[in-house]
T-cell receptor, first 114, second 110 residues
Framework: DQQVKQNSPSLSVQEGRISILNCDYT??????FLWYKKYPAEGPTFLIS?????DKNEDGRFTVFLNKSAKHLSLHIVPSQPGDSAVYFC?????????????FGKGTKLSVKP | SQTIHQWPATLVQPVGSPLSLECTVE??????LYWYRQAAGRGLQLLFY??????ISSEVPQNLSASRPQDRQFILSSKKLLLSDSGFYLC?????????FGQGTRLTVV
C-alpha cells in the first residue's frame, strides 16, 4: 500500500512558466514533508521541506504548499528553468527516532523546455 | 560539515555471486542510516534502516541483508545475487527529518 503517491509520472513545462508537482499521502501520522530533486545516476538532493504545523514554505523560486485536510502537498517552481529538469520525489515522515522512516513517492519527471 | 561516501559507483556482478556495498558518514554522530533502491522506472524503495550500531530494520523481505558494525558505517550484502537485484542503490543518513544521500551504486546483475 503506497503511503505517498505522486500520480503524475511526468510533467513538461515551458521555460519561465510555473511548474506544479503534486503529492498525496494517506498516513495522517506524517508530520513532516520533503521534496527531493534527482538527476540521473546521482543521489537525490534535498530541496525544501514543510512541517505539518505550517501550510506554506518558500525558498527562492520554490514553494511547498500543504493541505492537511486533503492530505495533499504541492511544489511550485516559479519561474521554471531548463536546469530544473530532473525527477522530483515527495517524501513524508512520522518522526520517531526509534523508527527513522522516510517514505518516498515514485517521483515525477519534470522537463523544462527552452 | 557532514559528508557521505558510498562505493563503488558502478558494479557488474554475475548471478549467484556475493555483494558488499559500503557506506560511511563523516561529520556527525549517531545518525540514522538507510539503504534505498531505485529500480528502473520506479521510485525509491526503502530496504533497510538503522538507528544505532547493530540495530537493523528491514522494510521488505528480500535477498539482501544489512549490517552496521560501526556508528557511521552501513553495509549492504548478499550471499547470492539474483537478476532482480539489479538497480540503483542509495545510502542515506539523517539526524532529524532531512535525509542526505550518497551518490549511489549502479548494480547490474548479469
Amino acid at each position: 500500500d503506497q503511503q505517498v503517491k505522486q500520480n503524475s509520472p511526468s510533467l513538461s513545462v515551458q521555460e519561465g512558466r510555473i511548474s506544479i508537482l503534486n503529492c498525496d499521502y494517506t498516513n495522517s501520522m506524517f508530520d513532516y514533508f520533503l521534496w527531493y530533486k534527482k538527476y540521473p545516476a546521482e543521489g537525490p538532493t534535498f530541496l525544501i521541506s514543510i512541517s505539518s504545523i505550517k501550510d506554506k514554505n518558500e525558498d527562492g523560486r520554490f514553494t511547498v504548499f500543504l493541505n492537511k485536510s486533503a492530505k495533499h502537498l504541492s511544489l511550485h517552481i516559479v519561474p521554471s528553468q531548463p536546469g530544473d529538469s530532473a525527477v522530483y520525489f515527495c517524501a513524508a515522515s512520522a518522526w520517531d527516532r526509534s523508527q527513522g522512516n522516510l517514505i518516498f513517492g515514485k517521483g515525477t519527471k519534470l522537463s523544462v523546455k527552452p | 560539515s557532514q559528508t557521505i561516501h558510498q562505493w563503488p559507483a558502478t558494479l557488474v556482478q554475475p548471478v549467484g555471486s556475493p555483494l558488499s556495498l559500503e557506506c560511511t558518514v563523516e561529520g556527525t554522530s549517531n545518525p540514522n542510516l538507510y539503504w534505498y533502491r531505485q529500480a528502473a522506472g520506479r521510485g525509491l524503495q526503502l530496504l533497510f534502516y538503522s538507528v544505532g550500531i547493530g540495530q537493523i530494520s528491514s522494510e521488505v523481505p528480500q535477498n539482501l541483508s544489512a549490517s552496521r558494525p560501526q556508528d557511521r558505517q552501513f553495509i549492504l550484502s548478499s550471499k547470492k545475487l539474483l537478476l532482480s537485484d539489479s538497480g540503483f542503490y542509495l545510502c542515506a543518513w539523517s539526524v532529524r527529518y532531512e535525509a542526505f544521500f550518497g551518490q549511489g551504486t549502479r548494480l547490474t546483475v548479469v
